[in-house]
């Protein structure tokens, strides 16, 4: 092997502006590789984030315009008369959804001075739930309760944004963050004029809108009597191949019993699905480019190759007839273009690293992980050794006869 | 000489086609690539109002407390409804407009349509004339009328094709959000992108179907909605309890044609902050801002992250494939030493055979960049596919054509110029013995 690798520097001087070519790309393709599949799987792991919900068997209907003084006798019916479409397992209110958009944030503190300014709170999702709603989100409950009938009967809203009452479950993430190391159960969260005693634990629940805490999300019960209609999302729990039939069913009865309103329904995986689109359009993006740059740098080095053969074959005869088999050629070409890629490589995960630490500076990216850089050079040298492999094929059927004639 | 350049690259080119081929297709997906992102930014990065987006000032105070919702020393984003109202009946401007955004229900009288919400605007009179609204049939209201709180609404053209089959229907009523009113005007298709007025409605293919009369709106307690950003112990904006008077929720924009008029209203601006301050409303030293509209989108940085990020790995991919292209134009030029050589030694000069080789660069160029067309619109159609909000505007227009083949052409000629130089270099003779 030694031996081979000073006649293939020895070449290299002599060819070098071919030679730095190949290096160029391959460094400049590596860089745009890692980054890309870097940014590609940062979109992917947000898309597929969990959410400790049945998504997969909810359905839900936005009903709005309807008037709120009466939404004590209306969400009742409105349920019951869900709860009789064939399918539906159970089905409850609640004020929003995780990702649907719809966010009402608020910041508590842990301490009793805690004010809605203060540095130290924690920016919370709200979510305000009816009666049922546990069941039909498939909510896990990992510490405590959930609420009770108690608990939803002496909730209402005020003339604050606020729900009057005690009692909140929070999730896994969210005491953990508030209360680090701690048990949550029993302790309390605090901001101007209101306070609420953590009664449950569930299972990570993700926000209306996700960005930075994924998981700061609270429930707080309220009843239907004192909701004065912030619960506009009627949620129905059913078997998956269901969902399109209860959608539609859902839409119209909802709309049927109250004229004037406007009902809207859609399955969870659509809201989800609509939550990501830009994400995963962003994504499919970036592999095509990833594609077609591969290949792109894969023909460049065939293109090159190719030339660097022809100009050389008198030399490759001359091997030939001096004894070198068609193996020693073909490994000629194929550890002069492994040199070359790793070459390439070497500068490209330089490359690839400063436009990351760039790109950390100017937009909301993590850094990437060191073992982007081997697996970038890797594929790297896999295409190389293979963009080579049909070049140094015909460079290893020039027959030794060729020395011979006269250049 | 141009002609006879020409026909030697033509007739060089058609000999290796698979080189050709190869150069063509890496320029045309290079060109390809990041011209569909370029147009893309090119689009979004666009001014929503030309002509008049110089005169359009967007003021900001700052009326927080000394805590502060945010730690930025930039002031707030909008204003609260009493300095909104103060500015707007202060009228130093040309002309101001206060406004908001909210949806409002809609009971058709025809019996075959369901109700349904259309997206609202709570505005002031000057908002029609200030950002030329173009009217279908009728006019704005009046400022009169904002005081009256009169039931006037103009509507979008959509929204009267849909309940009017498209006829005038000026003077004609609607029931909104249980209330009857008049309309007054019905606009024509006008949708401002981005939607810089009030970008809390999403930036792209926003527009509302109904425009109501601000005053009015607060007097009934319509819905809104929007950003309302509240410091201290204020809170609202849940359904029909209005945000409080330590939130700001509303977007004020003035219109002011001269610089010096901008520069006048920037020191009212200061004199209005400082009286309140010493009135005890304002906490905090005077704060304002005044940016125009191209200004404001900035600041908002309303292109998306993911763009200016696809728009840079395009350009990274561009760049790959011109250094392939460079290779490719070496190996093709150092193949045709003979010829060169001949060329030479029958008294071309190095200067002749640059042209002549920068010329085959040029037609690579020329016909990557119809390859590269092609592919951007196919490009763009696949952006168009997609649910963004933006993607139904990623079209090509005659600025991108345009820049779609200089980029190609100087791209190649670019990448023609190594290649070219190193094959000039051949000493005549040695190729002529060779051969």
Redesign the interface.
């Known amino acids: 092997m030694i031996m081979e690798i000073r006649p293939i520097f020895a070449s290299m001087r002599k060819h070098m502006?071919?030679a730095t070519?190949?290096v160029?790309?391959i460094a400049?393709?590596c860089?745009?590789l890692c980054?890309?599949v870097f940014?590609i799987s940062q979109r992917v792991s947000d898309i597929h984030l969990p959410n400790a919900i049945d998504e997969q068997s909810l359905v839900t209907v936005t009903l709005?315009?309807t008037d709120?003084k009466l939404a004590g006798s209306d969400v009742p019916r409105n349920l019951a008369a869900l709860r009789g479409i064939a399918g539906v397992q159970s089905a409850a209110v609640i004020s929003t959804l995780p990702l649907s958009t719809n966010n009402w944030g608020w910041s508590f503190g842990t301490k009793p001075e805690s004010?809605?300014?203060?540095q130290s709170t924690t920016n919370v999702s709200l979510f305000f739930v009816g009666p049922g709603i546990d069941k039909t989100l498939g909510l896990r409950v990992v510490q405590g309760r959930f609420f009770n009938d108690d608990d939803y009967a002496n909730s209402s809203?005020g003339?604050?944004?606020?729900p009057e009452t005690h009692a909140v479950v929070l999730t896994k993430s969210l005491v953990e963050k508030m209360w680090p190391g701690q048990p949550a159960l029993g302790k309390t969260m605090y901001t101007?004029?209101h306070y609420y005693t953590v009664v449950g634990v569930m299972a990570d629940v993700l926000r209306p809108n996700i960005g930075g805490q994924n998981y700061s999300t609270a429930f707080f019960p309220l009843g239907a009597a004192g909701s004065?209609?912030?619960q506009a999302y009627y949620v129905m729990h059913c078997d998956p191949q269901d969902r399109d039939r209860i959608v539609r069913e859902a839409e119209l009865k909802l709309?049927t019993i109250n004229?004037?309103?406007?009902a809207k329904g859609q399955t969870y995986s659509e809201i989800r699905t609509?939550y990501f689109?830009?994400?995963s359009?962003?994504a499919w993006?970036?592999v095509l480019?990833c594609v077609?740059?591969l290949a792109?740098?894969a023909?460049?080095i065939v293109?090159?190759t190719?030339?660097w053969v022809?100009?050389r074959r008198r030399q490759i005869g001359v091997r030939r007839a001096v004894g070198a088999t068609r193996g020693h050629i073909m490994r000629y070409f194929q550890t002069e273009n492994f040199l070359l890629s790793t070459a390439g490589v070497v500068f490209g995960m330089a490359l690839a690293f400063g436009i990351n630490a760039y790109?950390m500076q100017h937009?909301?990216l993590n850094r990437m992980p060191w073992y982007y850089l081997p697996c970038g050079a890797i594929a790297l040298w896999v295409i190389g050794q293979l963009s080579v492999f049909g070049p140094a094929r015909r460079a290893a059927a020039v027959p030794p006869v060729v020395a011979t004639r006269s250049? | 000489m141009f002609g006879y350049y020409l026909d030697l690259a033509l007739r060089s080119l058609k000999r290796h086609r698979m080189?050709t081929g190869?150069m063509v297709?890496?320029i045309a997906?290079?060109i390809g690539?990041s011209m569909t992102m370029l147009t893309v930014l090119h689009v979004l990065s666009g001014d929503p109002i030309p002509g008049r987006s110089a005169q359009l000032y967007y003021p900001q105070l700052d009326p927080q407390d000394l805590?502060?919702?945010t730690s930025s020393k930039e002031p707030p984003d909008q204003v609260t409804l009493i300095d909104g109202q103060n500015l707007l009946r202060a009228k130093r401007a040309d002309r101001q407009a206060l406004m908001t955004g909210g949806s409002v229900?809609l009971?058709p009288e025809q019996s075959m349509l369901?109700?349904?919400?259309v997206e609202a605007r709570y505005t002031s009179a000057d908002f029609f004339p200030m950002f030329e609204a173009p009217f279908l049939y009728g006019t704005g209201w009046t400022a009169a009328d904002d005081d009256a709180h009169a039931r006037d609404v103009v509507i979008a053209r959509s929204l009267n094709d849909k309940l009017f089959q498209g006829a005038n229907s000026v003077g004609r009523s609607v029931r909104l959000a249980g209330v009857s009113w008049r309309i007054v005007g019905v606009l024509d298709k006008w949708q401002p992108n981005p939607h810089f007025y009030d970008l809390n409605t999403g930036s792209f293919a926003y527009a509302e179907q109904v425009f109501l009369p601000l005053q009015t709106m607060l007097e009934l307690r319509l819905d809104r909605n929007g950003s309302s950003d509240?410091?201290?112990?204020s809170?609202?904006?849940?359904?029909?309890?209005l945000p409080m008077d330590g939130c700001v929720w509303l977007q004020f924009w003035v219109e002011l044609d001269t610089p010096a008029k901008a520069a006048a209203y920037k020191d009212f601006l200061l004199r209005y902050s400082q009286d309140q301050k010493t009135a005890g409303r304002f906490q905090r030293a005077p704060n304002v801002r005044l940016r125009n509209v191209m200004q404001w989108l900035d600041y908002n940085m309303v292109v998306?992250?993911?763009v200016?990020?696809?728009t840079g790995?395009?350009f990274?991919?561009l760049?790959?494939?011109l250094?392939?292209t460079?290779?490719?134009m070496?190996?093709?030029f150092?193949?045709r030493a003979g010829e060169l050589g001949v060329r030479r030694a029958l008294g071309a000069s190095r200067r002749a055979l640059f042209a002549q080789l920068l010329m085959e660069a040029g037609v690579v160029g020329l016909v990557g960049g119809v390859g590269g067309l092609l592919l951007a619109m196919f490009g763009l159609w696949l952006?168009r596919q997609?649910?963004?909000?933006y993607a139904a505007l990623a079209h090509l227009d005659p600025a991108m054509l345009y820049a779609t083949f200089v980029l190609s052409l100087c791209a190649t000629l670019l990448a023609g110029l190594?290649p070219a130089w190193?094959a000039c270099q051949i000493a005549p003779a040695l190729q002529l013995k060779?051969n």
């Open positions: 502006i071919p070519l190949i160029l790309e400049l393709a860089a745009v980054n890309a940014m709005r315009g709120d004010t809605i300014t203060d809203l003339s604050a944004p606020l101007t004029g004065k209609g912030v709309a004229p004037g309103a406007v609509k689109a830009n994400m359009s962003m993006m970036l480019v077609v740059m792109v740098t023909f460049g293109g090159l190719s030339f022809n100009q790109l937009y909301e250049a | 080189l190869l297709l890496a997906l290079g690539a805590k502060g919702m229900p009971m369901d109700p349904f919400y509240c410091w201290g112990n809170g609202g904006g849940a359904a029909g309890i998306p992250d993911d200016r990020l696809q790995l395009a990274g991919f760049l790959v494939c250094v392939n460079v290779g490719l070496l190996a093709k150092m193949r952006v997609r649910p963004s909000d190594l190193r060779s």
